[in-house]
């Protein structure tokens, strides 16, 4: 046994290093410049420890000073009966599937804001409203917003919502991992708060270490995938599961980041304004010699 | 050659029995656009967090874009081509221009959730962001068509300033600042002109690449990173369809004769841009393999064929045809037809393709949401035909003795 265990491990490491040489090459090219991974916190969900107690969601509120019904009434799990998804009236909350087999817990998942590597938010934004900061949190500036929603349209998790029945000063509204409180030097509400450990906030690169070693420790429990470790670029939420992802709600996601592709074009179009430049030089040119000619048409 | 044809006001009666309708339509649509402003979007509409952008961007933004088209293609046409015969277009079309890119403004102003903020992106800047290059050039845009549109009203009231009562006594300066006007743009116009083409390029394409950032929200069969160039080749191949659909709308409206040969001109020029267009749709189409897409049936690939065939391949077909595009009616049906496939184009890349990935349901337009987007093609209508009543828009038969310096003018 010890001699085959032995042979496993050089195996692992030979592959481990080959994967780990392909994946740094991709991480280079997922990640943009707004991920400062000396910076960068996150949170890593461990979907196998949450009860689904919701008193994030209440933590939350309190936290962000929005209206909130008492602690107790977050005891009721009969909310769990439909999917439901942040909003205006509540920046995160849990959503409850069915184990991996029928005999087992459900599974209870918490959504909120992922804090992604390269926001669509921040890149779409007309005014630039949104800001990611150097600790990974993607705010939102209420006094530069217009109300577009274009954010919404771009953002790949469905996260920033609108306050539709406002008719002057709409919010966006979506989590803002807790700035005010990190800045300061406290947890985020919901990883205080949090009874069972489901949440672990720290340094992001750390937490993907942690959220492999535990894969690798419990093998039978996790599934080998560690969701926002790539997704669009990278997030600063992370998820551990014990069923796949998609039908977790979480969605099947490129390694590409949000807003490459309509980034590339857009500075493609506009380098240095020499394509527009160049047009008009070229249509000046046009009208000049089709004019000349008219003239000289009419002088012979 | 035929008879000279000279812009000038039309002299008809304002009211009529079609005029009612839009009026009451107008009127509707209007009342619906009071109710969103006192009481908020979410009152009006069936947007939702699943559903952020419906018809008043989809349609009224940037459809109304794309249908403007047709004064660029006109201007580049008769300005910078310098076809002389193709003048008499010019200025309808520079009307429609002006007045659906006006529209579009007060439709992004009715779709922000923060109207009254609406300039924040002229201090606010954010280069990486695809509305923020439509939003800057369209207003730069809206800016240039208003400047062309002027010599048409310096030529209507130099020498015809007469205000009523105390304001009289302005009636001089005013006229002297209206020929200095003339004199300058005179000189100038053709800065305007070529930035009109450029601006309404670059515009029209990056309107298409708002959607790309949707990433796989976005339906396949359009999400494409040749968004920006089909929008742009569609833009252009839609502008001389809504020329000759508006021209032969408005000589029936006001008992005119249809200028037969100066839409026939046209019609030779939309069959090859439609057919480019065409190319880069189904090019596309066939390196992204999306043609998987149509082999089974459901919404989406009934509308995207019906957008390509009926959209694209029938008018191609038809403005190809020489006893189609020598009959008014045939060249009516023909374009359309290419008006109805950059709809349905517009639709689908803004709603249809639209599926975010936590929906519960679809998003289907409210009442009230319809009734804006009708009543603001009513009200764009109804001060179309007031503007051809007041301004020398559209060209007439001219009269022997009305000859005068500012008769002879291009633009």
Redesign the interface.
């Known amino acids: 046994m010890p001699k085959q265990s032995r042979r496993d491990f050089f195996k692992t490491t030979a592959a481990l290093s080959a994967v780990t040489a392909g994946v740094t090459s991709t991480k280079i090219k997922a990640e943009s410049k707004d991920y400062i991974p000396d910076k960068a916190m996150g949170v890593l969900i461990d979907t196998t420890a949450c009860i689904g107690c919701r008193r994030c969601e209440w933590a939350c509120k309190v936290a962000h000073d929005m209206p909130t019904a008492s602690l107790d009434t977050y005891n009721d799990r009969t909310v769990f009966n439909e999917m439901r998804r942040p909003d205006h009236t509540a920046l995160t909350i849990v959503n409850e599937y069915p184990g991996k087999e029928l005999d087992q817990f459900p599974i209870d998942v918490k959504f909120q804001c992922m804090h992604c590597n390269s926001p669509a938010c921040v890149s779409a934004c007309i005014v630039k409203a949104f800001h990611k900061h150097p600790n990974g949190t993607v705010t939102w500036d209420g006094d530069k917003c217009i109300g577009c929603r274009y954010c919404m349209v771009a953002c790949p998790f469905q996260i920033p919502a609108f306050e539709f029945d406002k008719a002057i000063e709409p919010d966006i509204k979506k989590c803002d991992f807790c700035f005010e409180r990190t800045k300061v030097g406290k947890l985020p509400a919901c990883v205080e708060i949090c009874p069972n450990e489901v949440l672990t906030y720290g340094k992001r690169e750390e937490l993907i270490d942690i959220a492999h070693k535990r894969i690798e420790l419990y093998p039978d429990k996790y599934i080998d995938h560690v969701f926002g470790e790539f997704e669009v670029g990278g997030t600063s939420w992370m998820y551990l599961s014990s069923k796949e992802m998609p039908k977790l709600g979480l969605p099947d996601l490129p390694r590409a980041t949000a807003p490459g592709v309509s980034e590339s074009i857009q500075h493609g179009l506009f380098a240095y304004f020499v394509p527009p430049l160049a047009l008009y030089a070229i249509l000046g040119g046009v009208m000049w010699i089709n004019k000349n000619r008219k003239n000289s048409d009419t002088e012979e | 050659m035929e008879e000279h044809l000279k812009p000038m006001p039309i002299k008809r009666k304002f009211i009529t029995p079609g005029v009612l309708v839009l009026i009451i339509i107008a009127a509707l649509g209007m009342t619906a656009l009071l109710l969103r402003?006192?009481?908020?979007?979410?009152?009006v509409?069936n947007?939702?967090?699943?559903y952020?952008?419906g018809i008043w961007i989809g349609l009224d933004v940037a459809l109304g874009v794309a249908l403007a088209a047709g004064g660029f293609t006109t201007a580049?046409l008769g300005?910078?081509?310098?076809k002389?015969k193709y003048h008499a277009i010019v200025r309808p079309a520079l009307l429609t221009a002006a007045l659906g890119y006006t529209f579009v403004a007060v439709s992004v102003m009715t779709?922000?959730?923060?109207?009254y903020?609406?300039w924040?992106?002229l201090i606010?800047?954010?280069?990486?962001?695809?509305?923020?290059?439509v939003?800057i050039c369209v207003m730069i845009y809206l800016t240039v068509l208003y400047i062309e549109f002027l010599p048409i009203v310096t030529e209507r009231f130099i020498g015809r300033v007469n205000l009523p009562g105390f304001l009289s006594a302005f009636n001089k300066s005013i006229d002297k600042l209206l020929r200095f006007l003339d004199r300058i743009l005179d000189k100038t116009m053709?800065v305007f002109?070529?930035?009109g083409?450029?601006l309404s390029?670059?515009h029209q394409?990056?309107l298409g690449?708002?959607?790309?950032?949707?990433?796989?929200?976005m339906h396949p069969l359009w999400q494409t990173?040749v968004l920006?160039l089909l929008f742009l080749l569609s833009a252009i191949s839609v502008g001389f369809p809504m020329v000759i659909f508006e021209s032969i709308i408005s000589s029936r409206s006001f008992k005119l004769k249809p200028e037969t040969d100066i839409l026939k001109g046209l019609a030779d020029i939309i069959g090859p841009l439609l057919a480019i267009y065409l190319a880069f749709k189904i090019g596309d189409m066939v390196i992204r393999k999306s043609f998987v897409y149509l082999m089974e049936i459901n919404t989406v690939s009934v509308l995207f064929t019906i957008e390509l065939v009926v959209g694209i391949i029938v008018p191609l077909r038809m403005f190809f045809s020489r006893t189609m595009t020598k009959s008014i009616p045939g060249l009516f049906i023909a374009s359309s037809l290419v008006i109805l496939g950059v709809l349905l184009n517009r639709l689908n890349n803004f709603v249809v393709a639209?599926t975010?990935?936590?929906a519960?349901g679809p998003y289907i337009p409210s009442v009230g949401e319809i009734l804006v987007t009708l009543g603001f093609v009513a009200l764009e209508v109804l001060i179309y035909r007031a503007a051809v009543m007041i301004f020398p828009v559209i060209s007439q038969p001219k009269p022997a003795e009305s000859v005068s310096k500012y008769s002879v003018k291009g633009v």
């Open positions: 402003y006192i009481f908020g979007i979410g009152f509409t947007l939702s967090n699943q952020p952008w580049a300005h910078i081509l310098h002389d779709d922000l959730g923060r109207w903020y609406i924040h992106p606010m800047w954010n280069g990486n962001s695809a509305l923020f290059e939003g053709f002109i070529i930035a083409v450029v390029c670059l394409s990056s690449t708002l959607m790309i950032i949707s990433g796989q929200k990173p920006p639209y975010p990935p936590y519960t």
